[in-house]
């Protein structure tokens, strides 16, 4: 099977090639994306692929249920590279419907770690219970509740104090809310974009 992959990847980099003589070069000597991809680690949900961008265009952080944590090291120098460094002008924080996390945090097994993990999911919906208690369908309710938790996470990092700190230095920078659907492989915008701190303290 390890062959078969770098098979494939020979077989990739040489229609790379064959179409763009210098595309290799040109991702050696810089990257300089304008979209960071905040995005859960389901491998249904190619970052890359579903917005149609090569490689050097879409920096990408992931995790299980696309969580923007103010106490996770990892995502926040992700975070900090992307707005300090690399300069992006767009975060994307992307779930997915049907996203296996997001039904773990609230189905009531236990699993280990990934329960701690999960927690902030547990807090949204705990938020919402009212909103919930009127969805019959389970299906609708957890599709729901991946939307509020993308909404929860765009608040995270607009709230965030690298984001805040490059808007008081007058950096172009907005953070955005989607969820892409497995069903027919499109993002749906939750119209929740924040492009300065006035518009982050009005997020619920």
Aim: aromatic share 8%.
């Amino acid at each position: 099977m390890l062959e078969q992959l770098k098979a494939n990847n020979r077989d990739w980099a040489a229609r790379k090639v064959a179409t763009d003589t210098e595309f290799f070069h040109r991702l050696e000597r810089q990257q300089a994306p304008e979209y960071l991809w905040i995005g859960c680690s389901d491998s249904r949900v190619p970052a890359n692929e579903i917005v149609g961008l090569d490689p050097g265009e879409l920096f990408v952080h992931r995790n299980v249920a696309n969580l923007a944590p103010p106490q996770d090291s990892n995502y926040l120098s992700v975070l900090q590279f992307a707005v300090d460094v690399l300069k992006v002008k767009h975060i994307l924080v992307v779930g997915h419907y049907g996203c296996g996390g997001v039904g773990a945090a609230v189905d009531g097994r236990r699993r280990g770690l990934v329960d701690h993990w999960l927690h902030p999911i547990r807090e949204v919906f705990d938020q919402h219970r009212q909103e919930f208690d009127a969805i019959l369908d389970e299906r609708e309710r957890l599709n729901r509740l991946c939307e509020l938790n993308v909404m929860r996470q765009v608040k995270n990092v607009a709230t965030d104090v690298f984001v805040r700190d490059a808007w008081t230095r007058g950096q172009n920078l907005s953070v955005h809310g989607w969820v892409y659907s497995l069903s027919n492989g499109l993002v749906k915008d939750l119209d929740v974009t924040v492009s300065n701190p006035l518009e982050a303290e009005r997020l619920g």
